[in-house]
């Protein structure tokens, strides 16, 4: 079973539609959560990290559900520009290094 | 401020050739970390630097991996010899903290290995 798990879609999206992904982790250690956004042939970026209360960022919200391992991300009023892969990431207490999901295709078409 | 770079940002070589690949982090970032993605799979760590130390090496696969940090600044990852198996994208990173709000890494674009 892998550490961080991830549905790989596409989610095929029309523009202005609300769209959520979630990310299952195995290792209840795991400390920090990230997500990250990776274009196509480019490197990722950091979108937010995500705290136990939850953050918000203009139409991302990320949530952190530690009872049942995972961590969600809702767009909002999707963009076109939104289309990417979103990269769940993952810190295991005591360790610093980046574990990865496969990442969730997202397209907003037009 | 200059990001993560990284050279070359392609790289295509024959099996049982060597290359050598160069990471240069954000000024002032004492740390620093080698990723690996192969076609198909996830985004996996490699090794991590703090200044010129190996802190973490546990992903590094094998023998024919060879990372240093000479003077703390930028970094090399030789492979030596490469075979077909480490075609991918290389990734660094690099970080201002460990833990805490210093703690996000910032990653390099990248540089694509093929293996003939």
């Known amino acids: 079973r892998k550490e961080v798990e991830q549905d790989p879609g596409p989610f095929n999206v029309p523009e202005g539609a609300t769209v959520a992904f979630n990310c299952t982790y195995s290792?209840?250690?795991?400390?920090?959560f990230f997500w990250y956004r990776q274009d196509c042939r480019k490197e990722p970026k950091l979108l937010m990290s995500?705290?136990?209360s939850g953050n918000e960022d203009g139409r991302f919200t990320a949530q952190l559900n530690r009872a049942s391992q995972y961590i969600s991300l809702l767009i909002r009023d999707s963009k076109l520009s939104d289309s990417a892969t979103y990269l769940c990431v993952v810190i295991t207490s005591g360790t610093y290094k980046y574990i990865f999901g496969t990442g969730t295709r997202l397209k907003v078409l037009a | 401020e200059a990001g993560v770079t990284q050279f070359p940002s392609h790289s295509v070589i024959e099996k049982g050739q060597t290359v050598t690949l160069r990471c240069d982090p954000i000024?002032?970032?004492?740390?620093l970390y080698w990723y690996r993605r192969v076609m198909g799979k996830e985004i996996k760590f490699l090794l991590h630097f703090v200044k010129e130390s190996k802190q973490d090496e546990s992903g590094m696969p094998n023998n024919r991996f060879l990372a240093e940090r000479t003077g703390g600044t930028y970094s090399t990852l030789k492979v030596q010899p490469a075979e077909l198996e480490d075609s991918g994208v290389y990734f660094c990173?690099?970080?201002?903290?460990?833990?805490?709000?210093?703690?996000?890494?910032?990653f390099g674009p990248g540089t694509r290995l093929l293996v003939l």
């Open positions: 990173a690099s970080s201002q903290e460990l833990g805490g709000l210093g703690e996000t890494q910032y």
């Open positions: 290792n209840s250690a795991s400390q920090s």
């Open positions: 995500v705290y136990s």
């Open positions: 000024s002032g970032h004492d740390n």
